[in-house]
T-cell receptor, first 114, second 112 residues
Framework: ETGVTQTPRHLVMGMTNKKSLKCEQH?????MYWYKQSAKKPLELMFVYSLEERVENNSVPSRFSPECPNSSHLFLHLHTLQPEDSALYLCASSQAPPTYNEQFFGPGTRLTVL | GESVGLHLPTLSVQEGDNSIINCAYS??????FIWYKQESGKGPQFIIDIRSNMDKRQGQRVTVLLNKTVKHLSLQIAATQPGDSAVYFCAETRNQGGKLIFGQGTELSVKP
């Protein structure tokens, strides 16, 4: 148990659906991250929120929309996804940079787009 | 047993042997490195970290070695156990924290 929870753990959706992934951290951190993990590929950083402000958006398609209402919660809103978006989506948290601090990861949401 | 990171993504070792997992990083400006372990169905879990002003750091049964000359990082696991079976990722950061750049990962399989 890392102190970072994600729901749902598994999600199957059609290309026309709208769904949201939720992440919550109980570690008192003030930075949160979304990563995409596809098979046989390194983790890809999608978004970074630091002190509730988005500080990084790594050329992610607009069909992915993050939301960070407070320092403990992070959402990833999904709409009109493509089959190639099927992957494990990981949330992480840390203390905000520029200090040296490792990121703590949640268990991930396994997303399948049909 | 020993891996060469991106070129040998799978490492199989006998229980009780020592394991060495290697990682080559790309940027000489990277100043902080982390090893993560990811078991099946779980998110990555922090194992050990090292700053660029060090060349060795030890934890419980694990040692990380950093060779800045050749931009190489290794994770040594002593007396490998079945519970060590997982994918191991190295990660580097270039701005004193924050954005991590992850390697491809090496899958460690421990044979009883």
């Amino acid at each position: 148990e890392t102190g970072v929870t994600q729901t749902p753990r598994h999600l199957v959706m059609g290309m026309t659906n709208k769904k949201s992934l939720k992440c919550e951290q109980h570690l008192g951190h003030n930075a949160m991250y979304w990563y995409k993990q596809s098979a046989k590929k390194p983790l890809e950083l999608m978004f970074v929120y630091s002190l509730e402000e988005r500080v990084e958006n790594n050329s992610v398609p607009s069909r992915f929309s993050p939301e960070c209402p407070n320092s403990s919660h992070l959402f990833l809103h999904l709409h009109t996804l493509q089959p190639e978006d099927s992957a494990l989506y990981l949330c992480a948290s840390s203390q905000a940079p520029p200090t040296y601090n490792e990121q703590f990861f949640g268990p991930g949401t396994r997303l399948t787009v049909l | 047993g020993e891996s060469v990171g991106l070129h040998l993504p799978t490492l199989s070792v006998q229980e009780g042997d020592n394991s060495i997992i290697n990682c080559a990083y790309s940027n000489s400006a990277s100043d902080y490195f982390i090893w993560y372990k990811q078991e099946s169905g779980k998110g990555p879990q922090f194992i050990i970290d090292i700053r660029s002003n060090m060349d060795k750091r030890q934890g419980q049964r694990v040692t990380v070695l950093l060779n800045k000359t050749v931009k190489h990082l290794s994770l040594q696991i002593a007396a490998t156990q079945p519970g060590d079976s997982a994918v191991y990722f190295c990660a580097e950061t270039r701005n004193q924290g924050g954005k991590l750049i992850f390697g491809q990962g090496t899958e460690l399989s421990v044979k009883p």
